[in-house]
């Protein structure tokens, strides 16, 4: 929403597309805190505030962006003060800073992200940006009318999920800010986010770096019964993890970080737990103060009515945690973008978790988000707004138009009962087994590959659609098994373990090797004629140094879960 406002407050005519409702849809909906440096952080300073970044995203973030993204989230946060986002306090009404997941020296407001959001949506109203509710962009236009395209982006096509009612878009620039792509589990409130912003990115040839990272963890499903946001902000106030013999196991994950790792890291560290033995495994929070659980209700007032609804009084139980790890956005896995939000293809921007999020890269930032989609965000819009655009004109956007929405509809043209209920099944069943999940080497992944593409060839075709409702289902399945065939194969060539990569066969960072991104982009023979592709990172003129050489992966494989491998 900051691209669209910083646009229009820049003189340009925006639409905001919005597939739902505007705050009341996305990942902002679980939003509990956002990344904000409590003062500005200048000189050597900035080293040390940026070595949190570096280091939790295993030496692979960007480190100019990251610098950016630390001087600029201050302004940016500062500006949503000024505009009356209530951020937490404290009793004497001074804003609350606290630290997060991933972080020591950087601070994090707490705050609701609905309201943050209601306060954007009446300024961006005010500013005078259109809205389209209820309308699911389902393709982006090019000047050249091809996909992917050597021209640039001059547009998109939408759906009314409600109505079915086509719209087509036109425009100088587009800027996506679709959220992530993950199943759809009812997790956390953004089930509706399943890639289609990222597939519509690919269509047109956008690169991609970090789909081998695309491995999204959870661990707050408690005592078997519920799940609740806010696993940042109860690790930020201390929370901690133990197993059934009463065992703080954390420090033997993640010296560095202990109870504050990166999701990924918890979730496998707990079902590593498990599967040897030492389970259940609880989240401890009786020595938090009430202080701070009472900010914690504050900012994710769905854990308090969780809590309250199954009887959990924090301060005297233990709550049973029960990990999963599906494909999907973890810290990164989308388009690549520049300091200034732009991708690869001309006219098309990218920001927030639609992107390849330089500044983490499989990191374990807790509050990375928000903010980041704010800075980039803004600085997006202003690039935008000073590209300009013209009229585009029919004979351009006609034919793509109607091939997209044709594409789009075939499901309800189809006699075949299947539903994309029965897609998603096939593709957890695939990819959510605790082998590949965990446990990966090549001969897991290339049996996960072939399921998948089982699935796209002799299942996805026959997929049926009654009513409008399921067609968008349709549609979210088929953009989610698009994003997840992409990421097993960006799986089988890094061959090594980091961040939310473990591959049993190659069970060690290299930092001799693999200091670089892995990038992709769509080929001309068809959506899934991948081109890899490395991008070396200029470390050495960074201010932050990687160790050399080969650094083992703390984490054991069971004898149950052990392959005839040779270890590389």
């Not at 560290?269 to 609880?282: D, L, S």
């Not at 499901?411 to 965990?438: C, H, S, Y």
């Amino acid at each position: 929403m900051r691209a669209a406002l910083r646009a229009a407050e820049l003189g340009s005519s925006v639409i905001l597309v919005e597939k739902a409702v505007v705050s009341r849809a996305g990942p902002m909906t679980y939003v509990h805190s956002q990344y904000a440096p409590d003062h500005r952080v200048q000189g050597e300073e900035m080293v040390e505030w940026m070595r949190e970044f570096v280091v939790g995203s295993n030496y692979l973030a960007d480190q100019d962006w990251v610098e950016q993204y630390i001087a600029e989230a201050y302004d940016r946060v500062n500006e949503q003060i000024e505009w009356g986002v209530p951020y937490s306090t404290q009793k004497d009404g001074a804003l609350k800073y606290v630290s997060v997941r991933g972080h020591n020296l950087g601070t994090t407001l707490g705050v609701d992200g609905r309201v943050c959001m209601e306060i954007l949506k009446e300024r961006m109203k005010a500013a005078g940006v259109r809205l389209f509710e209820r309308v699911d962009v389902i393709d982006l236009l090019t000047t050249d009318g091809r996909r992917p395209t050597a021209g640039a982006v001059c547009g998109a096509v939408g759906v009314n999920v409600v109505t079915g009612e086509y719209h087509v878009f036109t425009a100088g620039s587009v800027i996506l800010n679709t959220g992530p792509w993950y199943p759809k589990l009812h997790y956390a409130f953004a089930d509706h986010c399943s890639g289609e912003g990222h597939v519509a990115a690919w269509r047109v040839g956008a690169e991609f770096a970090g789909m081998e990272f695309g491995q999204f963890a959870a661990w707050s499903y408690f005592n078997r019964s519920f799940f609740t946001p806010g696993q940042a902000k109860i690790q930020g106030i201390g929370g901690r993890f133990c197993n059934a013999a009463g065992e703080y196991f954390m420090d033997r994950y993640d010296p560095i970080w202990g109870d504050k790792g990166g999701l990924f890291t918890i979730a496998r560290a707990i079902m590593t737990e498990m599967v040897e033995g030492r389970g259940p495994c609880y989240l401890d929070l009786r020595h938090v103060a009430q202080s701070d659980i009472d900010v914690l209700y504050e900012v994710s007032p769905t854990v308090r009515r969780a809590f309250t609804e199954f009887e959990v009084d924090p301060s005297t139980d233990l709550l049973e945690v029960t990990p999963f790890i599906v494909l999907g956005t973890s810290s990164t896995s989308g388009p690549t973008i520049d300091l200034d939000g732009a991708t690869t293809v001309p006219g098309l921007y990218a920001v927030g978790y639609g992107t390849a999020c330089p500044h983490l890269m499989s990191g374990i930032s807790g509050s990375g988000i928000s903010s980041f989609s704010a800075v980039a965000g803004y600085r997006a819009g202003t690039a935008a707004a000073a590209r300009g655009g013209g009229t585009v004109a029919r004979t351009v956007w006609e034919e793509q138009a109607r091939e997209s929405f044709e594409g789009y509809f075939a499901p309800m043209r189809r006699l075949r009962q299947v539903r994309p209920a029965d897609v998603w099944k096939a593709i957890g069943e695939a990819t959510a087994n605790p082998a590949f999940a965990l446990f990966k080497s090549e001969a897991r992944i290339d049996e996960a590959l072939t399921e998948l593409y089982r699935i796209r060839d002799r299942v996805l075709r026959y997929v049926f659609a009654p009513d409008y409702q399921e067609l968008k289902k349709a549609h979210e399945v088929r953009a989610y098994l698009t994003l997840a065939i992409i990421t097993c194969e960006a799986m089988k060539r890094r061959t090594e373990s980091r961040g939310e990569l473990f591959r049993i066969d190659y069970p060690y960072a290299d930092n001799d090797e693999w200091l670089k991104w892995l990038l992709v982009r769509r080929g001309s023979d068809g959506e899934f004629d991948l081109e890899f592709s490395e991008r070396v990172l200029p470390i050495q003129s960074w201010p932050v140094q990687a160790p050399p050489g080969r650094h083992p992966s703390p984490y054991t494989v069971p004898e149950g879960y052990r392959e005839e491998v040779a270890v590389q």
